[in-house]
């Protein structure tokens, strides 16, 4: 059958063709491999702990590693970006005919559809919690707990889209890799799942990428640094480039839909390789930070330091303000300790401790208050 007896309802593409699509399920599996084999290597490097944003990347390479052999399985089989074959015994309705290639092409769609939203909820995740580890020093504060509740929104998003489309045909799971006809009649329409996650995708990158900058800026560091260290989390932009346009892609493919004059296999196709581009390049992204950091030969270590200290004298401050509101707290002058070691002196001649009171007073008051701290009172310093 040759290439101009279907149509895909848009332009043709480099997506849509074979070598293009080996090369980014292969490519991109072996980049997110790598990648993230550094970041490991890199943690170790700095003898820093590996927490949930390292480990949340192993499900997400290996979820993207699925969807790329699943792709190059495909293009084998010539089930995907190859056009589709009419069976010499196709009835009337050509969505009726069925093939093994139309049924190896409805596998690896289904596949795709579960696998894509776990992939990209574990690497979303992965840089809430990258996050949690450099910003929010107080586990109790406001960071840490919006961080915590975007974290929550992502896993109840990843597989709320991932049950919706695994109940797609109901129980009727043959329909998936049977006909076209087959889905259409068993199965809900897959258009509006598919752009719901497409548009939530992008929204919740753009999220992510800002969620960061008013924390930097607000952190002690000079200008130069600021820029600097903005810099490195604004690599988030390529994902949001690549979420961006898998969005327009799925508007125009969903838009186009299944018909008489649309090639399936094509269709198909471009939908699974922006997926794929989608999450490669953002598990690699995920990586960017820590790896930029790590071949400056630096770490995150300051940056954290910075935060702690930006933190901690936040707390001080608010716990300085409220002991001097108390009513408890008393104020110590040097009227007060005068008395306080004549009382004891007077009273305790022949005790030991007086004679390190009447010294202490030939020298200064401070030493006195060493002598004999106010153990039972809660003391405040002016």
Known sequence: MSDDSYDTGYDHGYWQTPGHVVAAGIGLSFLDIVAVAMRFAARKSQRQPLKADDWLLVPATLLTLGIGVAMTYGVSKQALAYPYVIPPDAPEDILAAASEQISIEGGIQWAYTLLLPLALGCTKASFLFFYRRIFAVDRMGKTSMLL???????????????????????????????????????????????????????????????????????????????????????????????????????????????????????????????????????????????LWIYSKGSSWTPLVKVARSFATNSISSLRLLTTRRSKESIRIDNSFDTQYIRKRSVSTPSDSRSVNIQRAQSNDVTSAQQTYPLKDIKVSQA
């Open 148 to 290: 915590i509740g975007m974290i929550v929104f992502i896993g109840m998003w990843s597989l709320g889209f991932f049950l919706v489309f695994l109940f797609l045909c109901r129980l009727d799971f043959w329909a998936l890799w049977t006909t076209a006809r087959a889905i259409i009649d068993h199965c809900i329409s897959d258009s509006n799942p598919n752009f719901a996650l497409a548009i939530t995708d992008v929204i919740t990158d753009v999220v992510i990428l800002v969620f960061p900058i008013p924390l930097i800026w607000r952190l002690n560091l000079s200008l130069s640094k600021k820029f600097a260290v903005t810099a490195v989390f604004l690599f988030g932009l390529i994902t949001v480039a690549a979420s961006l346009t898998r969005t327009v892609l799925t508007a125009q493919i969903l838009t186009v839909g299944y018909t008489d004059d649309v090639d399936p296999i094509l269709l198909v196709t471009s939908f699974i390789y922006w997926g794929m581009v989608e999450s490669g390049v953002a598990i690699f992204v995920a990586c960017l930070p820590t």
